[in-house]
């Protein structure tokens, strides 16, 4: 305990939903629930409005929309969430070198270590002016606890929510603390609140007259003893700026249960990979792979496996959760997985088994390849060979293409089912033709019919980087059904000698064209893609999360405020404008994109209908410090 309150605890109030009051002009003074939106969804963080009708952290998403049916609910923005964070974690870094960061919005400072206070005034100053710039900086209020310990401090800064500041002075722990719930100390939560009710505690003062044997007898030596100290106002924990990461873990919960196991092992592995990310991202190893698995029935399971050493392999990691979900039973149905990583490092030693196990299974895929090449190349010479085989109609002869001199066989007109084959392409006579194009989609009257070409080459894949299907396919002079297999020597292919031209992309496997599909042509019209579809499927895939930034070509900034039925509504404001007006598009409109979140303060009133907004959010000039400083181990959760 500290004879001065020089440890200051910061907690940014009602942090998700704040901002996006901020951001988003027409939600101030309104509710606003940020969460999951899904059947399964948790509210992760609830605006003052909203809480007065019951919502908070932590509660179902479902109760809270019965709870509060007309408030605003809004899928994180986890972006704008940690460039806020960032600006408030500079302003601490500026007050004290001592800093740690408990969440995106929560953290201790030692005020006394950064030479920014010695007594309880210049505590209090520096408290009030770290408010008065994260308002400037920001545009968002943090209430602030101040004492001589961190549990005190931690105290001070919820009994002022929101935007207030609370000094503890030292002497006076035992007379604040007294009447306060037990609930109100760090470690007790609902079970251990609950087994002291049944002993008759249930205040902090009961606590301390109970006695630390009784304590200890109850909750056992190291809880209990704890638990009498901090009822005693004792708390000497110091303020440590890096703490080192203990575990870290990636989990999704599922909509709906997951019942196919192949599914359930799909996921494992995805989460497996996720969870590998994040471990070299905190540039660490580990050497314990843990698996949790929630059923059906909420039950949850936990596995773990310890390697030989620590890794950071997403192989070896992959393989170790799925040799743990083997031993569980999940013919119920699965709600939730998670996989984990502990035991961590910040080193890597090879496992020399698993590096075995890897290069055995590449030389084996790597002889799977050539296998298949040769198999392909095969194809090819026997196609070839056989020149190219027509169904019913008249035949006219032609030549072979590349100058190999096969002869083939094409239909002139009225022919039914004849196909080319791979590597074989001809140059056509009379009545047959097909031209390919670098770059251009086969589309619906894209094709000029070869009847009015006499003399028109068929070959496809004449450059480099031009794919069958691709090129500009023309009809064979009204033959219906004609399916050809597109051949060509393209950049680094190898023509082989007495295929008729069949291009081997060289090294790698002996594909005509770069493609197994073939260029299928109609009677004037080619049944390929349409020019355009794969980009009208893209646009008509995007999915608009409700409270998510977008930018319209004519409109300019705004966010989505609803999606359904194939259109997305969209609310046109930024943080600086008026409450702006909502307009409706078609999911795959081209003018609509998602966007970067604008900057909280500083931001220029856009001019609607001039498309003028300013970039992406950045920093203010005034803060540059390095990025992600100050948020070193931080979670991404907000509390109240």
């Known amino acids: 305990m500290r004879t001065a309150p020089t440890i200051l605890h910061l907690d940014m109030d009602a942090f998700f939903a704040a901002a996006e009051q901020a951001a988003k002009p027409s939600l101030r003074g309104k509710p606003v629930v ?4 899904g059947p399964r969804g948790v509210v992760a963080t609830a605006s003052y409005e909203a809480r007065r009708f019951g919502v908070h952290s932590a509660m179902p998403m479902a109760q809270a929309r019965r709870l509060a049916p007309n408030a605003a609910y809004l899928v994180p923005r986890f972006s704008l969430y940690r460039a806020v964070s960032e600006q408030v974690m500079d302003l601490l870094g500026r007050l004290s070198p001592l800093v740690e960061p408990l969440s995106l919005d929560e953290a201790f400072v030692d005020l006394e270590a950064g030479g920014s206070a010695d007594d309880a005034a210049s505590a209090r100053v520096a408290g009030e002016r770290l408010r008065r710039d994260i308002l400037a900086v920001t545009g968002l209020s943090g209430s602030v606890g101040l004492a001589g310990s961190k549990m005190l401090a931690k105290i001070a800064s919820e009994q002022a929510k929101p935007d207030g500041l609370l000094l503890i002075e030292p002497g006076t722990e035992r007379e604040l603390l007294g009447p306060m719930s037990v609930r109100t100390l760090p470690g007790v939560g609902p079970a251990t609140g609950e ?19 009784e304590l200890v007898r109850l909750l056992g030596k190291a809880h209990g003893t704890s638990l009498f100290r901090m009822a005693m106002g004792y708390d000497d924990r110091p303020v440590v700026a890096e703490r080192d990461a203990k575990s870290v873990s990636v989990e999704d919960t599922f909509d709906v249960d997951l019942h196919d196991r192949v599914r359930v092992r799909i996921e494992v592995e995805r989460l497996a990979d996720r969870c590998v990310r994040r471990l070299r991202e905190s540039g660490h190893s580990g050497r314990t792979i843990v698996l949790k698995v929630r059923r059906y029935d909420f039950s949850t399971l936990t596995r773990s496996e310890t390697l030989r050493g620590p890794t950071d392999d997403p192989e070896v990691v992959r393989e170790a959760a799925g040799r743990l979900l083997e031993a569980v039973d999940t013919t119920g149905g699965v709600r939730l997985l998670g996989v984990g990583v502990t035991g961590l490092a910040d080193y890597t030693q090879e496992d020399l088994f698993a590096q075995a196990a890897a290069v055995e299974r590449a030389e084996r895929e790597a002889d799977e390849e050539v296998a298949e090449a040769e198999r392909e190349a095969h194809e090819v010479d026997d196609a070839a060979g056989a020149g190219t085989r027509a169904g019913r109609g008249a035949w006219t002869g032609v030549e072979g293409a590349a100058g190999a001199g096969t002869d083939s066989r094409a239909p002139a007109g009225g022919a039914a089912g004849a196909e080319a084959g791979a590597g074989a392409p001809a140059v056509a006579g009379e009545g047959v033709g097909a031209a390919g194009g670098a770059g251009v989609r086969a589309g619906a009257g894209d094709g000029a019919g070869a009847g009015d070409t006499p003399g028109g080459a068929a ?95 004519e409109y300019g900034a705004g966010w989505v405020q609803g999606s359904g039925l194939g259109r997305v509504t969209v609310r046109f404001e930024e943080p600086g404008s008026p409450p702006g007006r909502v307009r409706t598009f078609r999911v795959d409109d081209p003018d609509l994109e998602p966007s970067d979140p604008l900057p909280l303060v500083g931001q220029p009133t856009a001019v609607e209908g001039a498309g003028q907004s300013s970039g992406p959010a950045t920093r203010p000039k005034d803060l540059s410090p390095e990025e992600g400083a100050g948020v070193s181990g931080a979670s991404e959760r907000s509390r109240p």
Do not use: C, F, I, P
């Open 34 to 37: 940020v969460g999951g939106l």
């Open 195 to 213: 087994h002291l009710r049944r002993a008759g505690m249930t205040t902090v003062a009961e606590l301390a007259e109970a006695g630390e044997d």
């Open 459 to 553: 070959a496809a894949g004449a450059q480099a980087g031009v794919e069958a299907g691709t090129g500009t396919g023309g009809a064979a002079g009204g033959s219906s059904g004609a399916e050809a297999r597109a051949a060509g020597a393209g950049a680094g292919a190898v023509t082989r000698t007495g295929t008729g031209g069949a291009g081997a992309q060289a090294g790698a496997e002996a594909r005509a064209g770069g493609t197994s599909e073939g260029a299928r042509v109609g009677a004037g019209a080619s049944a390929g893609a349409r020019v355009g579809g794969a980009e009208r499927e893209a646009l008509a895939a995007r999915r608009w999360a409700a409270g998510h930034d977008v930018r319209h070509a």
